[in-house]
T-cell receptor, first 112, second 111 residues
Framework: SQQGEEDPQALSIQEGENATMNCSYK?????LQWYRQNSGRGLVHLIL?????REKHSGRLRVTLDTSKKSSSLLITASRAADTASYFC????????????FGKGTKLTVNP | DAGVTQSPTHLIKTRGQQVTLRCSPK?????VSWYQQALGQGPQFIFQ???????QRGNFPDRFSGHQFPNYSSELNVNALLLGDSALYLC??????????FGPGTRLLVL
């Protein structure tokens, strides 16, 4: 079963705008990771945030984590057409990150 | 440094057949996990191999089996294929750390 739920399921924006995607999960976690997937290909790791962190940045990406609400958000600033992809959050369902549990993803379309 | 590689990229089989998918982990990575991704869904964990043994398994039937070789490469075998086994099969590797690096996947179509 899916652990996380991304919201929205689909998002369409113009180039240069910011894109925000949300993820909710059900159980306690050690960390939460965001991945990008282009056109049904492999997953590209974007960023990992640990349960004791609240915010993390990487380039144009900003991730927040609220463990009390069991939710995370991914913000992509100044989006580009190349950012068009599906974005997934993944959590380690048990203590050791052995198994990643994914949501269904958010499909982001950035229009030029 | 080559990342995670998988072969073949695409595969077409018929119901009842058997299939073997292959994965070479990223250099230095000793742990390999397999995931199944149905169309429009997120990946689902099948199992993980470390030191040539299955360490953890997801909710998949025994028709799904695997193997890890001494060089850390891995195979996923699926017997008695069903139409519902059609999916993208992803391999991921890691070495001690928390981040799992994924390969490009093998797209399996069962007719």
């Amino acid at each position: 079963s899916q652990q996380g739920e991304e919201d929205p399921q689909a998002l369409s924006i113009q180039e240069g705008e910011n894109a925000t995607m949300n993820c909710s999960y059900k159980t306690s976690i050690n960390n939460l990771q965001w991945y990008r997937q282009n056109s049904g290909r492999g997953l590209v790791h974007l960023i990992l945030i640990r349960s004791n962190e609240r915010e993390k940045h990487s380039g144009r990406l900003r991730v927040t984590l609220d463990t009390s609400k069991k939710s995370s958000s991914l913000l992509i600033t100044a989006s580009r057409a190349a950012d068009t992809a599906s974005y997934f959050c993944a959590t380690d369902a048990q203590g050791g990150s052995e198994k990643l549990v994914f949501g269904k993803g958010t499909k982001l379309t950035v229009n030029p | 440094d080559a990342g995670v590689t998988q072969s073949p990229t695409h595969l077409i089989k018929t119901r009842g057949q058997q299939v073997t998918l292959r994965c070479s982990p990223k250099s230095g990575h000793d742990t390999v996990s397999w995931y199944q991704q149905a169309l429009g869904q997120g990946p689902q964990f099948i199992f993980q191999y470390y030191e040539e043994e299955e360490r953890q398994r997801g909710n998949f039937p025994d028709r799904f089996s695997g193997h890890q070789f001494p060089n850390y490469s891995s195979e996923l075998n699926v017997n008695a294929l069903l139409l519902g086994d059609s999916a993208l099969y992803l391999c991921a590797s890691r070495e001690g750390g928390e981040t799992q690096y994924f390969g490009p996947g093998t797209r399996l179509l069962v007719l």
